[in-house]
């Protein structure tokens, strides 16, 4: 039996599909309850996504104020900035949770306990993630610097007075702060693959490198996918992590979208401008999202 | 088998396991040193003792700066016990709302057939489709206009939006694995749409509810925008507070990373408690993408 006859058989953990057919016609008293049930989130969804949103785009208008920004200096670093941090630290972050759920899956009790320690970062909240790695980073008298010189002698660097290494830093604390998130995800998938395809596949001498690209990753491709672009969405608007580790120093160059807008509504008071710089990456958060809205929908049963 | 291919696998074995050992090393290295980095601040007695000569490791270590944090006697951390409260209230009150608004609007589209269950997940989809950050400028003008400027409802309404659609796709995936016998068993008997919801929908759920309530408690605790955009100082939080620091160099930094220290406690103790029930659910959601 091969693989690919191996991964048709459908995986017995989700009963999917054991719905009743859907009915025709509600009960006029479900849908009146039905209405008041979901009404609450209606509600949140107009007020605080639907009107924000409009009202950012009403900001954000006047086409001056693009060229305005394709005229600042700091723009266009900043946009790749932003391209770095978010393309290198959410395939960094996601790859590398991918291989590590797998070291994780198996039963020993160190591993076990090593789990323990691993995710909790994710539990340390982002501003004490930022002043701890900020202070790490400080210069010669940061704990990294500090460490360097003692165990290999070497002079440290001042991270976060380099444009390249202070968006390194911010893309490392932000890969520090979110794999194990996202390790266990990637963990609770694997634990829902059947051990008999793993035990048939071996058989078919399918092991290591082999077994993870020919059966267990083509088992979880689609929650990577849908995975990684919720996480660069997510990502995209990460202001915490740069605002407090780089703080976009040198002279604003390690800034990344979300904290130049910040800078321009609130530091220099153009609150237009800072919505329009944001705002710019619309015409690539669009289609993400109809991407994410497929793939996210691939595997529903339909009824 | 053959003699000879049992050694090699053997010594495979064991370089196998020296890498596993390895790679735990560097997991744990990697996984403490910020929090090594944490506690080596806070527990140095005299400000300025570590930060400001470069040692690995404090000569006295001791816990005055723990105990000034909760006596309240730090610079920037005189009011720390409503600075915490604020921000557990935030915490709490964005947990409690996203686990009601979500879980309502769950029910009525899989359980009354209000719609198809894909315009709901669409529509959490769609949330995120503009980052938090990126409204916060329209953010500070509604909270204004709705007076919510300088009130802790005005950032937890922002929290509950961007938790709600993650509590919308967890509790849609999950559950689809309920057979839908259940609740047209429970309404032959009689049951009114509120009490499936209570006593059918909402036990059967509490898995999926806890993995909701751990990600609005860190979503909210994780907050630094919002809160410090939308409170003024003197309504202040901790996150606002930690992420000042760097505006005065007069701060104790000893106290601070006590403080951020103390801050890190209640997700842990949640997630302690509720742990089985997300490794559950974790597992059910995940094979349902």
Known sequence: MSTEQLLAVPSPLPARGARSPRRGNLRRADVIWGLAFVAPYAAVFLAFIVYPFGYALWLAREPSLYSELIADPLYLPVLLNTLLFVGIGVNVKMFLALLLSGFFLRRRWWIRALLAVFVVPWLIAAPQVGISFHWMLIGELGLIDRLLSELFGIDGPLWLNDRALAVGANIVAYVWKWMPFWTVIFLAARMTIPRDIYDAASIDGATGVRRFVHVTFPLMANLYLVCTLLSTLWTLGDFTTVWLISMGAPAGHSHVLATLGYRYAFDTARPSLGVAAVMSVLPILIPMAIVLMRRFHVSEVRV | ?289
């Open chain 2, 1 to 289: 088998m053959s003699g000879a291919v049992r050694p090699r696998n053997r010594a495979r074995r064991i370089l196998a396991e020296a890498g596993s050992a390895f790679l735990a090393l560097v997991l744990l290295i990697w996984s403490l040193l910020p929090i090594y980095n944490m506690f080596l601040i806070a527990l140095d007695p005299e400000e300025g003792e570590v930060e400001f000569t470069g040692n690995l490791w404090t000569p006295e270590p001791s816990l005055q700066s723990f105990v000034e944090v909760v006596t309240q006697d730090a610079r920037y951390l005189e009011t720390f016990w409503q600075q915490f409260g604020n921000s557990l209230i935030i915490g709490i009150a964005t947990t409690l709302l996203t686990l009601a608004i979500g879980s309502l609007a769950s029910f009525a589209v899989s359980h009354l057939r209000l719609a198809r269950g894909r315009l709901l997940t669409n529509t959490a989809l769609l949330s995120y489709a503009v980052p938090a950050s990126f409204l916060i400028v329209p953010y500070y003008r509604i909270a204004h206009a709705y007076g919510l400027a300088d009130n802790l409802w005005g950032v937890i309404a922002t929290q509950v939006t961007f938790a709600t659609p993650f509590a919308i796709l967890i509790l849609q995936l999950y559950g689809r694995l309920i057979p839908a016998q259940l609740d047209d068993a429970a309404r032959v008997d009689g049951a009114s749409p509120v009490q499936i919801y209570l006593r059918v929908y909402l036990p059967v759920m509490i898995p999926a509810l806890a993995v909701v309530a751990l990600y609005a408690l860190l979503l909210a605790w994780n907050d630094y925008l919002f809160q410090s955009v939308l409170l003024l100082p003197r309504n202040g939080t901790m996150a606002m507070v930690q992420g000042n620091l760097f505006a005065d160099t007069d701060a104790e930094w000893n106290a601070m990373m006590a403080a951020g220290i103390i801050y890190v406690l209640p997700p842990i103790v949640l997630l302690l408690a509720l742990r089985r029930h997300v490794a559950a659910s974790l597992a059910m959601v995940s094979a349902g993408v």
